[in-house]
């Protein structure tokens, strides 16, 4: 029997920003606020969607998941990124290390995931208006949340117990800021063949695809608003998915930077910069975003702290 080389380890080391030791105050001082604002602004929103009666709907109730999952999105990555910088302890456990990456990879397949089934949603609702509430009833939107719920799951099981077969007998010091999927596959010293054909497959199913559902429904919905003949109503339609589409470019933009490429061209810089994008930048902006421009979102919120001064007082 072939005995293999196997080395058994206790933790990792994120190097993540420890390279530049004089700015740690003002990266904790950045992450800090920008975590703050993303749990907030995140938060109000799915308390504004579930105690207002106007917006249970199917757009804000695939809203207000996508807003609980940026959410435990941020929560999965922020805190261990705080807590590294003003500890300056950057160790993590092999099993924290794998546990951060399944959380990181099925809630990052769950947003792709309700961002197609949005714009689906968005399709019905511009090019088949008098069939939506058939087509949307709350049993298919469950539906539609609990399959993307079950597919992010299972994705991500899959490259975690894969990830966990691995042994690692290079270097334990990982060049990022939490653990990713491209990082520590450069680290393994197992064969990964099949675990980058197994992550190419999987990529494909859950970024081409959905991707692809989004660019044919808002090819469907662009037809529909050119034979719009008032410039009022076409702008209607506009401001309803312009703040779709542009969280579907900064999501879809930074990862295909990421993923789509072999790990023997993977760049450490590149990947950090696109990961502080994705994980950090893009689920702040989502409430503002959506927000902003959303009049029933603004009225939402006003009723909510209305109702909390209300109560309060």
């Known amino acids: 029997m072939a005995i293999r080389n196997h080395t058994s380890i206790a933790d990792f080391v994120l190097l993540g920003f420890s390279e530049h030791p004089e700015q740690p105050p003002l990266l904790f001082g950045l992450f800090l606020g920008m975590y703050l604002v993303t749990v907030l602004g995140n938060l109000l929103i799915t308390l504004a969607v579930v105690a207002d009666q106007h917006l249970h709907t199917p757009m804000y109730f695939f809203l207000a ?15 261990k990124v705080l807590v590294n910088i003003l500890t300056q302890h950057h160790t993590i456990s092999h099993t924290g290390c794998l546990v951060q990456m399944y959380f990181f990879m099925a809630l990052a397949l769950l947003d792709d995931f309700l961002l197609a089934v949005m714009a689906y949603d968005r399709y019905v609702a511009i090019c088949l208006p008098l069939h939506y509430t058939t087509i949307m009833c709350p049993q298919r939107c469950l539906l539609l949340v609990a399959v993307s719920w079950l597919c992010a799951h299972l994705l991500a099981f899959s490259l975690t117990l894969l990830m966990s077969q691995f042994s690692f007998c290079a270097s334990h010091s990982i060049p990022h800021f939490f653990c990713d999927l491209l990082p520590l596959l450069k680290l393994a010293c197992s064969d990964t063949q099949i675990f980058q054909v197994t992550m190419f497959a999987e990529a494909a199913l859950s970024g081409v695809v959905p991707l692809a559902c989004v660019l044919v429904s808002y090819a469907h919905i662009m037809h529909t608003i050119l034979k719009v003949p008032s410039a009022g109503g076409k702008h209607k339609v506009f401001s309803t998915c312009g703040s779709h589409l542009t969280v579907v470019t900064l999501f879809y933009g930074t990862v295909f930077l990421v993923y789509f490429q072999p790990s023997s061209s993977y760049s450490a810089d590149t990947g950090m910069v696109a990961s502080v994008v994705y994980t950090m930048v893009t689920p702040m902006l989502n409430p503002f975003i959506y927000s902003l421009r959303n009049r029933d979102i603004k009225g939402a919120l006003w009723r909510l702290s209305g109702w909390r001064r209300c109560s309060i007082l």
């Open 65 to 79: 998941n996508l807003s609980l999952i940026d959410t435990c999105f941020s929560c999965t990555i922020v805190p």
